[in-house]
């Protein structure tokens, strides 16, 4: 979240932020987790090293501030010799940003190895583990995501909300310390640990198919992470809340999800069959998603005029907040049930553990860099934010199928595989335009006369029922033609001039209303 903040600064269009981002933290959680797989298996201690790597990021991470105005100085130095070239001044921003978050990302990444190697210190079923390790983590960054977007951005400012997550995590990797200091701890002796309650055993070619599934799932996550972002602004009308309540539904889902997944591992029910039916759940979740947030101001409103819920940031806005988070939350829970589950199975006979776990998040990882890239930067100016959402659905679902054909010819799998793609199909006729609901119930009664989306936002001209035609920003006014504001923007452009006595030249900044 704080990155963000400081990252829209240097980019202007958010989208691009939130995009440079995703990716950037995802691959600095990829590079940690290769390299740490590479030798949490071999040491005696990863506790110990799990609590040295949370105080590495809490100092670098309390660096960040410091990082941007270096960042901002490099690109002010190598910008000209772009000469105007906006793709190459992007890429350079983003290069630049990757720097930026490189090492608080790449220690983030080595904690997961490092911490499911100290969870096989107490025996049991290690896709379990997995699976509640990763939960509880979600659990607390839904946590951090609330806070900082509702709390501490507004409430402490950038800087202090800098020291207060450094100090946390400086208060884990200590607390991480001294537990492995303490008479429970053991040196962990090499060698496979099968895992109790183990998933199915699958054969290399079915191993391979889940490291592609999970690629693409990291993709598609990612792809709709933005997308989501994208259209929230239209809702919620703030960049910080958009954000905030795409991560915390994200991660809610995630934990929530995870948590289950364990209880089907130790049920001995995550299957290939069960990965399947998740994977083309999550497809038509993913469609579904807008349909329900498209109906979310039919609902608000008439809850608002049942209950009288009118009236600033008020009861009102937490309903309709509440019913954003709850339209994204089914494909998010369906992510997290969907990781566990191909984990266990990738996991299936215990053999070096952390280093498997490492490769499997990395290329999911890896996958979530290329989705979050592609859809700030290609998707959605190329193609929209609707059919950039319709893209990783179809990633979702087409990932269920080729599960289920990997799987063995049955009546049972031969009528899973009709009935998803059925309900993917439906799902897609009944697909809305959310940019067109929002407007409609927002706007009830105005004529449309144009409108366009662009990377940052989507512009509409309306004309009101007393004939005025208003310009609308993501669905916030902007400017009009009545008389009235047409004598502020003149008013605007004249003062200038009255005030300056002797004016040569004038620069005009404006978002094109055209009055000025």
Same mark, same amino acid.
């Given at each position: ?10 980019? +202007? ?15 600095? @959680? ?7 797989? !590479?030798?949490?298996?071999?040491? !005696? ?24 105005? /270096? ?16 793709? *190459? ?11 930026? @978050? ?8 080595? %904690? ?5 190697? $100290? ?15 990763? $939960? ?17 951005? +507004? ?84 960049? %910080?809340? $958009? ?33 399947? &039916? ?11 998603? &807008? ?15 049942? !209950?009288? &819920? ?17 339209? @994204?939350?089914? *494909?998010? @829970? ?16 215990? /053999? ?18 290329? +989705? ?31 599960? &289920? ?52 936002? %989507? ?8 004939? *005025? ?44 209303? +055209?009055? %000025?």
């Amino acid at each position: 979240m704080l990155w963000l903040r400081l990252l829209a600064l240097v980019f +202007g269009v958010t989208v691009w932020a939130a995009s440079t981002v995703l990716a950037s933290f995802m691959g600095g @959680l990829a590079l940690g987790s290769f390299l740490a797989a !590479r030798f949490a298996d071999r040491v !005696r201690e990863p506790l110990r090293w799990y609590g040295i790597v949370e105080i590495g990021i809490g100092a670098s991470a309390l660096a960040s501030p410091v990082a941007l105005d /270096a960042i901002e100085r490099s690109y002010v130095a190598v910008a000209p010799a772009a000469g105007g070239d906006l793709a *190459a001044l992007t890429a350079l921003r983003v290069i630049l940003a990757c720097v930026m @978050l490189l090492v608080p990302t790449t220690l983030m990444g080595a %904690t997961l190895p490092l911490v499911t190697r $100290a969870a096989l210190l107490r025996g049991g079923g290690l896709g379990e583990r997995v699976s509640l390790l990763y $939960a509880t983590n979600t659990a607390g960054a839904i946590a951090g995501a609330l806070l900082a977007g509702f709390v501490l951005v +507004g409430g402490v400012g950038i800087g202090t909300s800098f020291l207060i997550a450094a100090a946390l995590n400086g208060a884990v990797g200590i607390a991480a310390i001294a537990t492995a200091r303490g008479p429970r701890s053991a040196a962990v002796t090499r060698g496979p640990h099968p895992p109790r309650g183990s998933a199915e055993a699958v054969g290399p070619a079915v191993r391979a198919l889940l490291l592609a599934v999970f690629t693409v799932s990291g993709f598609a996550s990612f792809t709709l992470e933005v997308v989501w972002f994208r259209v929230l602004v239209f809702y919620v009308h703030a960049t %910080t809340y $958009a954000f905030t309540l795409m991560l915390a539904a994200v991660l809610g889902g995630i934990a929530a999800g995870s948590y289950v997944a364990a209880a089907l591992i130790r049920a001995r029910r995550a299957t290939l069959g069960t990965l399947a &039916l998740v994977e083309l759940g999550l497809g038509v979740a993913t469609l579904a998603s &807008l349909w329900l947030l498209a109906r979310s101001h039919d609902v608000v409103g008439r809850v608002g005029a049942e !209950r009288g &819920l009118t009236g600033g940031f008020g009861a009102a806005d937490l309903a309709f907040l509440a019913l954003s988070f709850g339209s @994204l939350l089914p *494909a998010a @829970l369906l992510f997290g049930l969907a990781f566990p589950i191909g984990l266990s199975l990738w996991l299936a006979d215990g /053999a070096r553990a952390a280093e498997r776990v490492g490769t499997f998040y990395g290329l999911n990882v890896l996958g979530a860099i290329a +989705g979050s890239l592609a859809a700030g930067f290609v998707l959605i100016p190329a193609l929209g934010s609707l059919a950039a959402l319709v893209v990783a659905a179809v990633l979702s679902a087409a990932s269920g199928l080729a599960v &289920l054909a990997a799987m063995r010819r049955t009546r049972r799998v031969l009528v899973t595989a009709l009935a998803g793609a059925l309900a993917f199909v439906v799902g897609l006729a009944a697909l809305p335009d959310p940019f067109a609901s929002a407007l409609e119930r927002r706007y009830a009664g105005d004529e449309l006369l144009w409108r366009e989306e662009g990377v940052q936002s %989507t512009v509409t001209v309306h004309r009101r029922a007393d004939g *005025a035609r208003v310009l609308y920003l993501d669905g916030i006014h902007q400017a009009d033609d009545t008389a009235g504001l047409v004598a502020l923007q003149r008013t605007i452009g004249h003062l200038p001039m009255i005030l300056h006595g002797e004016p040569h030249r004038a620069l005009v900044v404006g978002l094109g209303g +055209g009055g %000025t």
